[in-house]
């Protein structure tokens, strides 16, 4: 299957500060790819150099085969890149169903879709943003980034200060994106074995460089591994 994401040899960071050396990895039509490390190892650096919002020092990156690294973020957008970041900007003064038809485009994600999706959403179509729970938000965050029609969608800890109950709700509709529709996601978070049942590939930041690539898999059955990369030992988590 042919490449959608290719990173070459890519350091980048902000203003002087360099954040990220020597990065390269390739994600395919309809991969997933779980990114992990500790605080501070640059997941949200690489994240953002994707998107187009850190300054490159060196290296490249294509999206579909085109060369993505000196467009804008608005051209990446318009390229098919979807983010979702941790602060999820929605729009709090607009509806549901407004912050959603603010951003729509012609694509396979319509309004209808969506709904289906994302249920809860459409029971608070009339909800002004600043209405809904942090869960709800989130949805709303990821509903924002699929009506844009993505090749590429970027989920930046979308996890984090939810109710455990909500957060097994997200994992469900991850899933759903991941195997069901298809979509091609970078998902962030801070728990591996949250996510790590959920993509087919891992990669762990150190320091801003790789510390290790391959199957989620594989690293799930490997507990020490997780230990000395991720600094903490996980319980197995439960099926999904």
């Given at each position: ?171 469900k509709l991850i899933q759903t994106l991941i195997r069901d ?60």
């Amino acid at each position: 299957m042919a490449d959608l994401l290719r990173v070459e040899d890519f350091s980048a960071g902000y203003g002087e500060a360099i954040v990220l050396s020597g990065i390269s990895f390739s994600l395919p039509e309809g991969g997933s790819l779980a990114l992990l490390g500790r605080n501070g190892t640059g997941k949200t650096t690489l994240i953002n150099s994707i998107v187009g919002l850190t300054r490159r020092r060196a290296g490249a990156i294509h999206i579909g085969g085109r060369d993505v690294t000196g467009l804008k973020p608005n051209q990446r957008a318009h390229a098919g890149v979807g983010w979702v970041p941790q602060e999820r900007n929605i729009f709090r003064s607009l509806s549901v169903e407004e912050n959603l038809t603010a951003v729509t485009r012609h694509g396979k994600w319509t309004l209808e879709r969506v709904w289906k999706m994302f249920p809860r959403l459409e029971e608070r179509r009339r909800n002004m943003g600043n209405q809904l729970s942090g869960g709800e938000q989130q949805m709303l965050a990821m509903a924002r980034a699929l009506v844009l029609d993505p090749r590429l969608l970027l989920l930046d800890e979308p996890l984090e200060g939810l109710a455990p109950i909500i957060v097994e709700e997200l994992l469900k509709l991850i899933q759903t994106l991941i195997r069901d529709e298809g979509v091609t996601v970078i998902l962030v978070e801070q728990s591996a074995t949250k996510i790590l049942p959920l993509t087919q590939r891992a990669m762990v930041l150190e320091r801003g460089m790789i510390a290790y690539q391959g199957e989620s898999r594989e690293l799930l059955a490997n507990p020490e591994t997780m230990a000395s990369l991720l600094g903490v030992a996980e319980r197995k988590p439960a099926r999904h």
